[in-house]
C-alpha cells in the first residue's frame, strides 16, 4: 500500500523549535518530490515547502522562508521539516505529500500523510 | 487572503449540478494547471482534479473540471449527500514559486 506517514508534532513554546517527519512505504521514495502543507485549526490548506528527488531544489512559502528548513533522506525513505523560531501562527495540522508524477514535476499531490499536529504556545 | 478566490460555501440538493469557481492570475492559474482538492472533517486532503480536468482513478465521472484563462471551475453533477465536504483549488504560481491554495468552499447537500 502507498503510504506516507508524519510523525514529530506536538506541543511547543512560541520561539522553540520541532522537526516533524514523513516516512514513506509502497513506492519508490527516491522518485518523487515531496510537499509539506499545513491547516491551521477552523482555516483552510496553505502550502509549506517543496523539495525535489535529489533533495538538490527547495521551495518555501514566504511565511516560513528562513525559519523552516526541508530535508529528505532518500535511503531512509523519509522526509523531514525542521521548524525554528516558532509562532502562534504556525499552530496546525502539518501533511506530507507526494508529487503525483515520478521526477522533479510541479504536478498534483496524490497522496497525503494522515498529518500531524503542531500546537505553538505563548 | 488566499492568493485564489473561491466562494466560501455552495449549496444544493440532491441530483442537482452545482459548481465551485477559482479565479487567479495569469502567474498562476493563466500560466499553470488547475487541481482540485476534496476534504472531509477530519482527514486528510483527496486529489479530485488534476492537470485542469483530468481525474484520478477511482474519482466519478460526476466531477468535472474546467479552465478558461485565469479562472477555472469544478461541476459536480447529480449531487449525493457523501459529496458534502470542503473543496479546494490550487496551482502553482510562477511569481511566487509557490503553490498557491483557494480558501476552501464548503458545500452542503440540503
Known amino acids: 500500500e502507498v503510504q506516507l506517514v508524519e510523525s514529530g508534532g506536538g506541543l511547543v513554546q512560541s520561539g522553540g523549535s520541532l522537526r516533524l517527519s514523513c516516512t514513506a512505504s509502497g513506492f519508490t521514495f527516491s522518485s518523487y518530490s515531496i510537499n509539506w502543507v499545513r491547516q491551521a485549526p477552523g482555516k483552510g490548506l496553505e502550502w509549506v515547502s517543496y523539495?525535489?528527488?535529489?533533495?538538490?531544489?527547495?521551495y518555501y512559502a514566504d511565511s516560513v522562508k528562513g525559519r523552516f528548513t526541508i530535508s529528505r533522506d532518500n535511503a531512509k525513505n523519509s522526509l523531514y521539516l525542521q521548524m525554528n523560531s516558532l509562532r502562534d501562527e504556525d499552530t496546525a495540522v502539518y501533511y506530507c505529500?507526494?508529487?503525483?508524477?515520478?521526477?522533479?514535476?510541479?504536478?498534483?499531490?496524490?497522496?497525503w500523510g494522515q498529518g500531524t499536529t503542531v500546537t505553538v504556545s505563548s | 487572503q488566499s492568493v485564489l478566490t473561491q466562494p466560501p460555501s455552495a449549496s444544493g440538493t440532491p441530483g442537482q449540478r452545482v459548481t465551485i469557481s477559482c479565479s487567479g492570475s495569469n502567474s498562476n492559474i493563466g500560466g499553470n494547471f488547475l487541481y482540485w482538492y476534496q476534504q472531509f472533517p477530519g482527514t486528510a486532503p483527496r486529489l479530485l482534479i488534476y492537470r485542469n480536468d483530468q481525474r484520478p482513478s477511482g474519482v466519478p465521472d460526476r466531477f468535472s473540471g474546467s479552465k478558461s484563462g485565469t479562472s477555472a471551475s469544478l461541476a459536480i453533477s447529480g449531487l449525493r449527500s457523501e459529496d458534502e465536504a470542503d473543496y479546494y483549488c490550487a496551482a502553482w504560481d510562477d511569481s511566487l514559486s509557490a503553490w498557491v491554495f483557494g480558501g476552501g468552499t464548503k458545500l452542503t447537500v440540503l
Open positions: 523539495i525535489t528527488t535529489s533533495g538538490s531544489t527547495k
Open positions: 505529500a507526494r508529487g503525483q508524477i515520478s521526477g522533479d514535476y510541479l504536478d498534483g499531490m496524490d497522496v
